[in-house]
Structures are given as structure tokens and as C-alpha cells.
Nanobody, 125 residues
Framework: QVQLVESGGGLVQAGGSLRLSCLVSGRTSSFFAMGWFRQAPGKEREFVTAFSWSWSVGTTNYADSVKGRFTISRDNAKNTVYLQMNSLKTEDTAVYYC????????????????WGQGTQVTVSS
């Protein structure tokens, strides 16, 4: 079992930055993938970014809408995955979810077995 707890959401003006955190606990392994998804009001949950827990595998994917603006990273000592969001736009407003799966990096919502509770990000114009 894996437990995920997000934090760091809030209200920010367009053009600003936020860093989300996802505290990971439970059974992780080298064959393990972490991702961030988001869901805006009235829309389906969508992929943002994901990476392999084992850096040696070296796979990191980003949605086209966030490439060059968002960066996923992790702090092993803190068992925490981060999502650094820069140059935020109003269309980035959503609830952001941390997710995990055993296996390769995937971009489908149904591919992930473990989810956090979500954290709200609101970008004002």
C-alpha cells in the first residue's frame, strides 16, 4: 500500500509560481512511477506530468500544455515529490492530485492505483 498527501496549493496571480508537494509513504520500489494530474471544474481529470521512481530508468513525461513551465522532482530524504509550477496561467486553475503506480510511467488516469486527496490551485487574472 502507498499513501499520498498533497500540500502547497493556493491562490496566485497569473505569471506567478507555486510549488506543490506530495509526501509518499508505504511500499515503494525501483519499479514505481509517480505522477501529477489535475481536474478543473466541469472537466475530466487530466495528466500533467509523471516520472519513474528509479532515476536510472530516466523517463519523465509532461503534458504539452505545461512543458517548459512545470517541473517534477523529488527529495529522497524527505520521501517527497514536488511539482514546481512557473508562469502560471488562469487555465491552470484546478485541483491537483498526486498519483502512483507500480510499473512504467503512464499518462492515463486509470493507469494509477494510488491517489492523494488533492490540493486546490487557483490562478487569478
Amino acid at each position: 500500500q502507498v499513501q499520498l498527501v498533497e500540500s502547497g496549493g493556493g491562490l496566485v496571480q497569473a505569471g506567478g509560481s507555486l510549488r506543490l508537494s506530495c509526501l509518499v509513504s508505504g511500499r515503494t520500489s525501483s519499479f514505481f512511477a509517480m505522477g501529477w494530474f489535475r481536474q478543473a471544474p466541469g472537466k475530466e481529470r487530466e495528466f500533467v506530468t509523471a516520472f519513474s521512481w528509479s532515476w536510472s530508468v530516466g523517463t519523465t513525461n509532461y503534458a504539452d500544455s505545461v512543458k517548459g513551465r512545470f517541473t517534477i522532482s523529488r527529495d529522497n530524504a524527505k520521501n517527497t515529490v514536488y511539482l514546481q509550477m512557473n508562469s502560471l496561467k488562469t487555465e491552470d486553475t484546478a485541483v491537483y492530485y498526486c498519483a502512483a503506480r507500480y510499473g512504467n510511467v503512464r499518462s492515463g488516469v486509470s493507469d494509477y492505483d494510488y491517489w492523494g486527496q488533492g490540493t486546490q490551485v487557483t490562478v487569478s487574472s
